[in-house]
């Protein structure tokens, strides 16, 4: 029997591992969005690239906030619009301090907004940047599991985490025996197979995001428009119940490999 909500939302310490704070969805209420999530628990967030120059806004607003870090990159859908002097573009600004990861890339073969080649050809580039860098991958998969697989395997770098678990059982053991993490997001909380999934992924592997202003989790599912990183402790709830944890060991647990993958310090993300 799964195990009820063991305490509240709002002692708990989060990190939201993904999410898209520059999305113009927020343009109008960013800092109330923010006040919202501090106030659900969550102390950390990664705000995740598309671009370049969405790269650059993301640097610049986690400039303003000491618990916001960002990732650098060219997600899949922009692949079509890659050019090789991006990476040195990208590489000049991993010199800050805020930047922990490379991401978000990867195959999208769900949507096709960019041709399957030139997804290809940016993630391998930004495959070798990470590894150049020392850094952590932050890996988009949709409908592109086998290809993406085969070009990790030519490229034997492991170092990040798949984001917005999507998979099935077989692809998460694959990841999991690599070294890469699992990171869930509202997705888990309706779809019926990824509860199955999760119990799979070793704990010290598991991950949570919102994947904001995307992947609006249950019980906010159908009734907003947008999803926000104080949503995450919807999700994490979902996680405990499905391991059958305390929420929150589950949020604990999640917080502390968040940090362990993107090198975080969690000396700097006590709660103030």
Same mark, same amino acid.
């Given at each position: 029997?799964?195990? #009820?909500?063991?305490?509240?939302?709002?002692?708990?310490?989060?990190?939201? %591992?993904? $999410?898209?704070?520059?999305?113009?969805?927020?343009?109008?209420?960013?800092?109330?969005?923010?006040? @919202?999530?501090?106030?659900? &628990?969550?102390?950390?967030?990664?705000?995740?690239?598309?671009?370049?120059?969405?790269?650059?806004?993301?640097?610049?607003?986690? %400039?303003? /906030?000491?618990?916001?870090?960002? !990732?650098?990159?060219?997600?899949?859908?922009?692949?079509? %619009?890659?050019?090789?002097?991006?990476?040195?573009?990208?590489?000049?600004? $991993?010199?800050?301090? %805020?930047? #922990?990861?490379?991401?978000?890339? &990867?195959?999208?073969?769900? @949507?096709?907004?960019?041709?399957?080649?030139?997804?290809?050809? !940016? =993630?391998?580039?930004?495959?070798?940047? !990470?590894?150049?860098?020392?850094?952590?991958?932050?890996?988009?998969?949709?409908?592109?599991?086998?290809?993406?697989?085969?070009?990790? /395997?030519?490229?034997?770098?492991?170092?990040?985490?798949?984001?917005? =678990?999507? +998979?099935? @059982?077989?692809? !998460?053991?694959?990841?999991?025996?690599?070294?890469?993490?699992?990171? =869930?997001?509202?997705?888990?909380?309706?779809?019926?197979?990824?509860?199955?999934?999760?119990? &799979?992924?070793?704990? /010290?592997?598991?991950?949570?995001?919102?994947?904001?202003?995307?992947?609006?989790?249950?019980?906010?599912?159908?009734?907003?428009?947008?999803?926000?990183?104080?949503?995450?402790?919807?999700?994490?709830?979902?996680?405990?119940?499905?391991?059958?944890?305390?929420?929150?060991?589950?949020?604990?647990?999640?917080? /502390?490999? +968040? $940090?362990? $993958?993107?090198?975080?310090?969690?000396?700097?993300?006590?709660? +103030?």
């Amino acid at each position: 029997m799964p195990r #009820k909500s063991d305490t509240n939302p709002d002692d708990l310490i989060l990190f939201d %591992s993904h $999410c898209h704070l520059t999305d113009s969805l927020y343009a109008d209420d960013l800092p109330t969005v923010l006040k @919202r999530a501090h106030q659900a &628990g969550v102390k950390t967030l990664m705000t995740v690239s598309l671009s370049v120059p969405n790269s650059r806004e993301n640097i610049a607003l986690a %400039s303003t /906030e000491s618990d916001l870090y960002c !990732a650098v990159g060219i997600h899949p859908h922009e692949a079509d %619009s890659f050019r090789p002097h991006d990476l040195q573009s990208l590489k000049n600004l $991993c010199i800050e301090s %805020s930047v #922990k990861a490379i991401g978000e890339t &990867g195959l999208d073969f769900f @949507r096709g907004y960019s041709s399957k080649a030139n997804q290809e050809t !940016a =993630f391998r580039a930004q495959i070798e940047m !990470a590894r150049m860098l020392d850094l952590p991958m932050i890996i988009h998969v949709r409908e592109a599991a086998p290809r993406a697989r085969q070009i990790l /395997e030519e490229h034997g770098y492991f170092y990040g985490v798949l984001h917005c =678990f999507s +998979g099935d @059982r077989r692809f !998460a053991d694959w990841a999991v025996e690599k070294g890469l993490y699992i990171s =869930f997001a509202g997705n888990l909380t309706h779809d019926v197979a990824l509860p199955e999934v999760a119990r &799979g992924v070793p704990h /010290e592997r598991l991950m949570v995001e919102t994947d904001s202003p995307y992947q609006v989790p249950v019980p906010e599912r159908g009734r907003v428009k947008r999803c926000e990183p104080a949503f995450l402790r919807h999700t994490v709830s979902f996680l405990a119940q499905t391991l059958d944890r305390p929420v929150s060991e589950v949020a604990k647990m999640t917080f /502390e490999n +968040g $940090c362990r $993958c993107f090198r975080i310090s969690q000396d700097n993300t006590s709660p +103030g």
